[in-house]
């Protein structure tokens, strides 16, 4: 059966795609925010303030705290939809991830190194042309980052692709039918959700658009290659490379990383290649390397 067809298996109707949402969305906003009610309390008993920033939040607790409060709700999410699946729909887990029958890792491992191969080299370029990148390197903060990064990073990588591109994927496909509908869809929807973050604000709303053809991408290698493999190798290693590698003071993820980006907030060079460059060759080299065939079937049919 097709990756994208594996809605069909158990109970899918309406109302347990309804009722699953509800139960993350209900996670999300309640034991999710503990973590991040906690440091609110924290710092308002300190600061004698109503209402605190999260840079006072910061202050008080510290990047890879507060970066922590931001992480925990998608452990939440991902419990969320492992009890919809397992307990209302009643089929498998592994049906979100992957059409195979076990995790292909290899894939995984492949995406990952690919596309951080590629930032790493880009990152090195930006530094010997000049840009405004400074060195930040801080041996027990770098510790602790990196603990956090490779442990809880990926839980909300892995609960974005379950939920944009498998949960929503595959069940939106019982309703549209078509391939393309679907990632089109999903990956609108995950560009407007991305429209919360601090940089939107700071760039302006075309950044949606990066976020936008970034989930039409991520759509599109797990409709083509049968799977979230690549998706969350590509995914994760992104997310890792912005919080442990290189970040800035004005994005989601602004944290002791090695490198910060002092350049003002703009719609750099970086996303424009990544859009038009980078994802497009990054589709062919996994559809070279996969051998993936009827591109228009999947699509269109």
Known sequence: MKFIEQGTLGQNKLSHYLFTILI???????IGQLPHFLI???TQNSSSELLVSDNQLISNVGLNMFFVTLLFPFLVGVLGIFVGVKYLHKRSFLSLITSRTKFDFNRFVFSFGLWGGISVLFLLIMILTGSNIDFQFDLIKFLILFFISLSLLPIQTFFEEIFFRGYLLQGTYLIFKKGWIVVLFTGILFGILHGANP??????????????????????LALFDEGL???LGYHTVNNIFAALILTNDWQAFHTDALFIDRTPPSFGIENILTLVVFQPFLLLIFA???QWKNWKDKLFK
């Open 40 to 42: 609110v309390f924290q």
């Open 199 to 220: 940089e939107v604000e700071k760039i302006g709303k075309f950044l949606l658009i990066y976020y936008i053809e970034s989930g039409i991408f991520l759509g599109l």
């Open 288 to 290: 070279k390397k996969y």
């Open 24 to 30: 993350i969305i209900s996670g999300l906003i309640t």
């Open 229 to 231: 493999e690549l998706s």
